[in-house]
């Protein structure tokens, strides 16, 4: 709608020009000096028109009034004033989009610093058997001491992941009076593998990977009876509002991975710890 008033706006101003440099052009016609005169024959004789003497005639000069030359001036002046406006209204509408653009940069470049603080990349199970790296987005939890609530995504943490054998030398625990539902690292032990990988205490565990244990069932050992065969697949378990039994589980049995990978975790942390 902006726009549009804008571009009806500027159209009524060019017209409005033009119609003035049309006017200034018919009165500067009128402004043409025209004379004609008759000059003896240059013959020596006397012109058939006179065959005594020589009939010559006065120019006669047509000038623009006074109040013509006014007028003219004052179209000329309203005409440099109607360009000043447009030419001030076309760099105004300029600067309007350059600060536009500006701001839509801002806020991109603010929602994009947002997601690489609140998400990492995690190796994800899909479907068909394989593992992909994805980002996964996690939410912020903690709270600065600062503040009493979080307000909107102004929390002072991030996402960091790290990867850790087993044991972690970690203990962790769960405060259900400030953070219910939620798992936090109390301690680590000096030189543990927690430690090595960066671990800190504070930590908020917010996913972990875990082994599940399952039996293979093709379909003719189906048919024959048979018992299937064991199976191990790991993937990405959320912590967020899992009791504390089933965390340590998830942690616990990465030492089923038959490839000995470490394990991965991703942590929450307030920036400066």
């Not at 571009?7 to 052009?25: D, E, G, H, P």
């Not at 003219?72 to 300029?94: N, T, V, Y």
């Not at 030398?169 to 030189?191: C, H, K, N, S």
Request: net charge neutral; glycine share 6%; hydrophobic share 35%.
């Amino acid at each position: 709608f902006f726009d549009n008033k804008i571009m009806k706006v500027n159209r009524m101003r060019m017209v409005l020009f033009s119609q003035t440099i049309a006017f200034i052009c018919i009165l500067s016609l009128c402004h043409k000096v025209t004379c004609s005169c008759f000059v003896p024959c240059d013959h020596g004789s006397p012109c058939p028109s006179s065959t005594t003497t020589t009939k010559r005639h006065t120019p006669h000069i047509l000038f623009g009034s006074n109040t013509d030359d006014q007028q003219a001036r004052i179209l000329r002046e309203k005409a440099d004033q109607l360009r000043k406006e447009i030419e001030s209204f076309e760099d105004s509408k300029r600067e309007q989009k350059r600060k536009f653009e500006e701001e839509q940069q801002a806020i991109l470049k603010e929602k994009q610093d947002i997601r690489e603080r609140y998400s990492a990349q995690v190796p994800i199970l899909k479907s068909d058997g394989s593992v992909v790296m994805e980002r996964c987005d996690f939410p912020p939890r903690l709270v600065s001491k600062e503040n009493d609530t979080v307000i909107g995504i102004k929390t002072l943490s991030r996402i960091i992941t790290v990867q850790a054998n087993l044991p972690l030398g970690i203990v962790l625990g769960q405060r259900e009076e400030d953070m219910p539902g939620f798992t936090t690292v109390d301690e680590v032990a000096q030189g543990s593998n927690g430690e090595l990988a960066g671990v800190k205490v504070g930590d908020l565990l917010r996913a972990c990977t875990a082994v599940q244990f399952t039996m293979d069932m093709p379909t003719w050992q189906l048919m024959a009876g048979g018992i299937g065969r064991p199976k191990t697949t790991r993937m990405m378990f959320s912590t967020d509002g899992v009791p504390f039994e089933k965390v340590i589980e998830a942690l616990v049995s990465n030492s089923m991975d038959p490839e000995g990978r470490p394990a991965w975790l991703v942590l929450e942390r307030m920036d400066g710890s």
